[in-house]
């Protein structure tokens, strides 16, 4: 029942140190030198960093979307994502107009259920806010425990919502101490951008990122900001993705409105010029909001250093290429949006991120799990190494480099939108509330093990 983690450097948000951790059945229980490990079993952490287990906000597991349902499932996608360092993963819950909240969060669990191999919660969509979905809400937050809420602004005519139904989920969110999320892209505009671009013969995966300009972004950025402060609610800008949604939360910020943001491995480390890979390759790098142009990247890990970003999501949404993205030959409106990040987000931030001097090893840990777990609902409980919290632990080799590819990756997908890249930095064990998932980097984890996390209301961090 009892570990000892031996000789590691202990690294949280805030310190960086070297101790034994000591786990009592889920709980770490002890942190210190040269601990007593009488009757423990003692695991060698030796030139290994000790990090809180990864908490990722953003996936989209078993999700019906463009046409098809994602390559990953609960089972897979959780699989994948533990052996890439994360522990924890909040995903989204669709609904739909005309549907009751506990019909579509019910749907939610069944998926999750007997499959998930680390812990999960879920952030709910919302279609419409009407009288009915804006008093249900009262229950999902306090009895369900899913303290998060997300608007699209964008996909018309599928999953985009108006500003009222927005502005209407901030105020109602104000009240219940939840915090609203939104996918910020100007529907409106980008439908009229495309049926213009297809009426002109373009068809070719490019013409996704084309008629998606950062402007879109960064004018629904501004929006959903301004919505915030008269609601005075708290917002959460989903996979930022460009310097003109950047500015907008940083404006909103200096101004004192609680907006949050969050970007994503992809935006930071690839560029749209992926997009023109010959033989509709181009369609393995369909994301909404896009690529952008390589400058926006520097933006990106600046506004993560100096902390007008707080996370990074990999918004897993993965779909194979063969027969999925295909979907989309002849039409880029055809092409399912999405990648499979769930593995490397962790792994991708270490190594761009610490490895090359971007951020520090402690706003690794800030942007790859502590804040996710403030926001939502989690901490101390997540995201951080402190005496009673889950023992969600990664063991981590920064010496040891290894090359990302869907040859050698877990999640049920046939590409890797990193393939080829080098990474920094080794993943060698996890352990969920003090029981190994990845040991050794094998996986000896048990569908099923993952448990809901019911998360407590919105409190500022
Ligand atoms: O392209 C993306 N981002 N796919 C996932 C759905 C979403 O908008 O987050
Ligand atoms: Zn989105
Ligand atoms: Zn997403």
Redesign the pocket.
């Given at each position: 029942m009892r570990k000892l983690i031996r000789g590691g450097t202990v690294v949280t948000a805030s310190e960086t140190y070297q101790a034994d951790v000591l786990i009592e059945a889920d709980k770490v229980v002890a942190i210190g030198e040269q601990l007593e490990a009488s009757g423990a079993e003692v695991i060698d952490a030796g030139g290994c960093y000790v990090f809180p287990g990864g908490i990722d906000p953003?996936t989209?597991l078993d999700m019906p979307?463009g046409g098809t349902v994602t390559a990953d499932d609960f089972a897979s996608g959780t699989r994948a994502a533990a052996f890439g360092g994360t522990t924890s993963i909040i995903d989204f819950c669709l609904s739909n107009k005309g549907q009751s909240l506990r019909e579509a969060i019910a749907i939610w669990h069944e998926k999750a259920r007997g499959k998930a191999v680390i812990d999960y919660g879920f952030h709910l969509m919302i279609a419409e806010a009407n009288d009915q979905v804006l008093e249900e809400l009262a229950h999902v937050v306090a009895e369900e425990g899913i303290v998060s809420l997300k608007v699209?602004m964008a996909?018309k005519n599928v999953l985009q919502a108006d500003d009222e139904t927005l502005f209407k989920t901030l105020v109602r969110a104000r009240e219940l101490g939840a915090l609203v999320q939104v996918?910020a892209e100007n529907g409106d505009v980008i439908d009229y951008l495309t049926k213009r671009a297809l009426a002109e013969g373009k068809t070719d995966p490019i013409y996704h990122a084309l008629t998606r300009p950062p402007e879109a972004e960064g004018e629904a950025t501004g929006r959903a900001a301004a919505l915030t402060a008269l609601a005075d609610s708290q917002l959460y800008v989903?996979?930022v993705s460009c310097a003109q949604a950047v500015r907008q939360i940083a404006e909103a910020r200096e101004k004192g409105w609680q907006v949050y943001g969050e970007t994503c491995p992809q935006y930071l480390v690839l560029d749209i010029s992926y997009l023109e890979q010959p033989d509709f390759a181009g369609a393995k790098y369909?994301?909404?909001p896009p690529l952008r142009e390589k400058w926006h990247q520097d933006v990106l890990w600046n506004a993560l250093c100096n902390g007008i970003l707080q996370t990074v999501g990999s918004?897993q949404?993965s779909f194979n290429f063969k027969g999925q993205k295909e979907l989309g030959r002849g039409d880029f409106t055809k092409i399912p949006?999405?990648g499979p990040l769930i593995e490397d987000r962790f792994g991708v931030v270490y190594s761009e991120g610490v490895h090359k001097g971007r951020i520090s090893l402690n706003q690794f840990v800030d942007v790859i799990a502590t804040k996710a777990a403030k926001l939502f609902g989690m901490f101390p409980r997540k995201g951080t190494i402190a005496v009673g919290s889950d023992a969600d632990l990664v063991i981590f080799d920064p010496g040891a480099t290894r090359i990302l590819s869907a040859a050698t990756h877990h999640m049920n997908v046939d590409y890797n939108p990193f393939e080829g890249m080098k990474v920094h930095g080794q993943v060698v064990s996890v352990l969920l509330r003090g029981e190994f998932v990845i040991r050794d980097k094998q996986f000896v984890g048990r569908p099923g093990f993952g448990q809901f996390i019911r998360r407590t209301p919105f409190r500022r961090p």
């Open positions: 953003h989209h979307f699209f996909y996918h989903v996979h369909v994301w909404s918004d949404c949006n999405g």
